[in-house]
């Protein structure tokens, strides 16, 4: 059995008599640490989120890390925070090169599939878009990584080696990993280095600028070192300090980003900046399928078409992929996809059993309690859905049985369904609403289909926002647009 680290916060239904403050956990420090903006003057909070590699679909285990993030930055914004976030497109690595190459079609070409599918999966569940989705392969980014990769060479952070790429020289990064925890000496004692690596200075030296070979095809970039193309760990440092600047307040991805990908990217930022580059590291943990890891050969690998074509919606894959605290690992099961089902049922039920008892208008009996702010207080705590969900699901149960015994009042059973609306901006699981659409709506959303049919995504983004100012939200799913009234309760 797991460490399940969502138990730290105590009890589901504690009452606190004091509010504590917002608190994470920092993978740097290794502790929990309460919330302070870098700079709490100068809102918004900055967040950089490492995103898809898009040689393939995301799979749900990519999915849970951002939706992870998604309930990160929809927490903050509960808590009255302005959030920038950016999350960052990898279009250019070893695996896309290798997939456009197999599939015989220019890079450009070969990824764009994969980004318009990893969009229409974030739609799907209901993933708030970033404010930005920077491509690693976008000229501004690839001139900022020459930059950076120019300014660590003249400070003896990076050196170019015979196979012409240029590396990050770790030895000379005092801090380099810390964020892992990892003891350089350990690399070191593995002493002799392998044939294929004779040109770097240290096993652990990372590539910052990989010299063009003739697997790359046409794949490749000017530079001063010569032709070629960035190495991954770069491109975020470059991509996160064009947009967010050389601080930021929180960064985040999966574990398996820590060690060497976001390490390298501290040695990378830090090394240009001079500056303390991030405040929070925070990842989430694996997702396992029936308690294995996810893999193709194991044929338990799930991408979220897979599962919509069981007949689950994307409703129920977000909440199955939500529900565990982030920093536990995540079982994946067929039998959990049903629970969701289940869970989300007796939501629905609950909000529409709390509309009929408020039009009854009965004032006498006394009231199942008041919405409180225990829900919030949980997810303060390290994002403790497990916590906030169990506060859900107890209030389900005090306030049916109170309109079991006709005990509830239409006040009380009003002011739930607000209290659910409140929660709802960071949960986002209330089912599709079966409001009639406007004719004035209608026409816009059909503008805006044909505007997306011929990939014009500004229009598109115009059109949303038009339809957005008449009170009703769009959303792409995979059959096509779904309007729901924006605040329905
Ligand atoms: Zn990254």
Request: with cysteine; net charge neutral.
């Amino acid at each position: 059995m797991a460490i399940d680290p969502d138990r730290h916060g105590g009890p589901v239904n504690r009452r606190y008599h004091k509010r504590m403050a917002l608190r994470f956990f920092n993978t740097y420090s290794r502790e929990i640490e309460e919330f302070e903006p870098r700079d709490p003057a100068a809102r918004p909070i900055k967040i950089y989120t490492c995103g898809p590699t898009v040689y393939s679909r995301a799979h749900i285990g990519n999915f849970r890390a951002y939706i992870f993030e998604d309930l990160l930055q929809r927490h903050l914004e509960l808590r009255g925070y302005k959030v920038h976030r950016v999350m960052n497109i990898t279009d250019v690595d070893d695996k896309t090169i290798r997939g456009a190459r197999e599939a015989k079609v220019p890079l450009a070409k070969f990824t764009a599939q994969f980004k318009e599918a990893f969009f229409e999966d974030i739609d799907t569940l209901r993933i708030k878009r970033a404010d930005e989705f920077p491509s690693a392969t976008n000229q501004r980014y690839i001139d900022r990584m020459i930059q950076m990769i120019g300014a660590l060479i003249s400070r003896r952070l990076a050196y170019q080696a015979e196979d012409k790429s240029v590396y990050f020289r770790i030895n000379k990064f005092p801090g380099y990993g810390k964020l892992a925890h990892f003891d350089l000496t350990q690399l070191q004692s593995t002493g002799r280095v392998k044939h294929d690596e004779y040109d770097k200075e240290h096993i652990g030296d990372f590539a910052l600028w990989k010299a063009w070979d003739e697997e790359d095809g046409n794949v490749k970039w000017d530079s001063p070192w010569g032709p070629g193309r960035p190495g991954w760990h770069i491109e975020c440092s470059a991509m996160a300090t064009a947009l967010l600047g050389d601080q930021i307040d929180i960064h985040s991805g999966g574990v398996d980003n820590i060690f060497p990908h976001h390490e390298a990217e501290i040695a990378q930022s830090e090394g240009v900046t001079g500056k303390k580059f991030v405040r929070y590291w925070l990842h989430c943990a694996h997702l396992l399928v029936d308690g294995q890891k996810m893999a193709k050969s194991l044929g338990n690998f799930y991408t979220v078409p897979d599962i919509l074509a069981k007949g689950y919606t994307g409703r129920e894959i977000r909440y199955a992929l939500m529900r565990v605290h982030y920093r536990a690992p995540l079982n994946f099961t067929w039998g959990g996809m049903k629970e969701a089902r289940e869970s989300l049922g007796r939501i629905d039920e609950w909000l529409a059993r709390l509309r009929e008892t408020a039009a009854k208008k009965i004032d006498e009996g006394k009231t199942a309690g008041e919405p409180g702010q225990q829900f919030e207080e949980a997810l303060d705590d390290d994002l403790n859905i497990s916590a906030a969900l169990g506060f859900l699901f107890e209030t389900i149960r005090e306030t049916n049985r109170a309109m079991d015994e006709n005990k509830l009042d239409a006040a009380s059973a009003s002011a739930w369904p607000d209290w659910w609306k409140r929660i709802n901006t960071v949960l986002d699981l209330e089912a599709e609403a079966e409001a009639p659409v406007p004719a004035e709506v209608a026409k816009l959303a059909n503008e805006r289909e044909n505007a997306r049919r011929e990939k014009n995504w500004k229009r598109s983004d115009e059109l949303r926002d038009r339809i957005s100012a008449l009170g009703w939200e769009v959303r792409d799913m995979k059959d096509g647009q779904k309007l729901t009234p924006r605040g329905a309760p």
